[in-house]
C-alpha cells in the first residue's frame, strides 16, 4: 500500500471537490488465459456438467495443476456447440511466471460465468475466446467500482478477548480471567453462536464490497508505481498494475479474485482526479 492526493469524489463527503490524502493499493493484475469452456444444466439435485472442450495448446505449467483431456479436443469441440444447457463458464487460469513477487511457479485454476443474453451468443463468445487472455483492461476502466474476494491473515486458535474483544474478569474473578461470564442458561442446555468462544481466528474467506478504480496501469517502467526499494515483502512491481482506493483482505502475495459489483453503484463512469502519488521509500527511513 501507499498513499495518494485525489480530489475527493464522495459528494456526500464534509471534503467532497477538496484534495485529501487517501490510502490506496497497488496490485498486480496479469491477464488471465482461458484454457476451456464448461456447459451446465441445472437439475434437482444441483448444477451438473453437461459438456466442455479445451484449448488446442496449453502451457506446460498448467499440466502441473491439471492433467488436460485433450485427446480428442475435436469431439468436445461438437458436443460443446450441440448441447442444450443453461449456464455457461470459462476455465482460466493464472500466470504466475508473469509476477516476480510471486514465488509460485503453479497456476490458480478457477471458473468465470459467462453472462448476457441470448444464450447461443454466450456459447459462442466462450468458443471464441478459448486459448486467449483475459485482462484487467477489457473488465474495468478507471472510476469503476469493483468486489475484491480474498482470504484474510491467518491468526491460528485464539481466546475469547482475543477474538471478540470482550471484557476482562474483574481482578476478583476466580479461576479465569481471560474468559466470558457464562455460556447460558442451564435450560434449554443448548449454547448458541452468538457466544463468543475461543476459536480459529483469521484465514477466512471476505468480500470488500464497491472498490473504485483510481488508475490502470499497463506497463509500470513507462508509468512508476513502485516506491523507492521496492513493496516490503513483495518487490518491485513489474506487470499490468491496478490502483484501488482502500485496502484489500489478506496479505501480500495471496490471490485476490475480482468481480462486477453486486451493490451496484448506478452513474456514469468518472476517472478520479489524482493530484499526487507517492513513490517514496515504504522501508522506513
Known amino acids: 500500500m501507499t498513499h495518494a492526493f485525489i480530489v475527493d469524489y464522495r459528494k456526500r463527503s464534509t471534503t467532497a471537490g477538496q484534495e485529501v490524502s487517501v ?9 488471465l488465459r482461458v484454457a ?7 437439475s434437482p439435485m444441483g448444477s451438473r456438467v453437461v459438456a466442455e472442450t479445451w484449448a488446442g495448446s496449453s502451457p506446460k505449467e498448467l499440466r502441473k495443476r491439471l492433467p488436460l483431456a485433450m485427446d480428442a479436443p475435436e469431439e468436445g469441440a461438437e458436443a460443446f456447440g450441440k448441447t442444450e444447457a443453461d449456464e455457461v463458464r470459462l476455465i482460466v487460469h493464472t500466470q504466475p511466471h508473469l509476477i516476480s513477487g510471486v514465488p509460485s511457479k503453479v497456476p490458480e485454476i478457477f471458473e468465470v ?5 441470448p444464450f ?5 463468445y466462450a468458443v471464441a475466446q478459448l486459448g486467449k487472455e483475459i485482462s484487467a483492461q477489457d473488465v474495468a476502466k478507471e472510476g469503476t467500482f469493483l468486489d475484491a474476494v480474498g482470504v484474510t491473515k491467518g491468526k491460528g486458535f485464539q481466546g475469547h478477548i482475543q477474538r471478540w474483544g470482550v471484557k476482562l474478569q474483574p481482578r476478583k474473578n476466580s479461576k479465569h480471567r481471560r474468559m466470558i461470564g457464562t455460556l447460558g442458561p442451564h435450560n434449554p442446555s443448548f449454547i448458541t453462536y452468538r457466544i463468543p468462544q475461543a476459536g480459529q481466528m483469521g484465514y477466512h474467506r471476505r ?45 501480500t502475495k495471496r490471490l485476490v479474485r475480482f468481480r462486477l459489483p ?24
Request: proline share 9%; hydrophobic share 35%; aromatic share 6%.
Open 23 to 31: 490510502p490506496v493499493t497497488v496490485i498486480e493484475v496479469p491477464p
Open 36 to 42: 476451456g469452456a464448461r456447459l451446465y444444466r441445472s
Open 113 to 117: 460465468r459467462v453472462g448476457g443474453e
Open 120 to 124: 447461443g451468443a454466450r456459447r459462442a
Open 207 to 251: 468480500t470488500a464490497y464497491n472498490l473504485r478504480v483510481l488508475k490502470l496501469v499497463e506497463d509500470p517502467k513507462k508509468d512508476p508505481v513502485t516506491p523507492a526499494g521496492g513493496f516490503p515483502h513483495y518487490g518491485e512491481v513489474r506487470s499490468s498494475v491496478m490502483v484501488l482506493h482502500g485496502s484489500l483482505p489478506g496479505p
Open 262 to 285: 453486486i451493490r451496484s453503484r448506478r452513474g456514469a463512469v468518472e476517472k478520479v482526479d489524482i493530484r499526487y502519488f507517492s513513490t517514496r521509500s515504504k522501508q522506513g527511513v
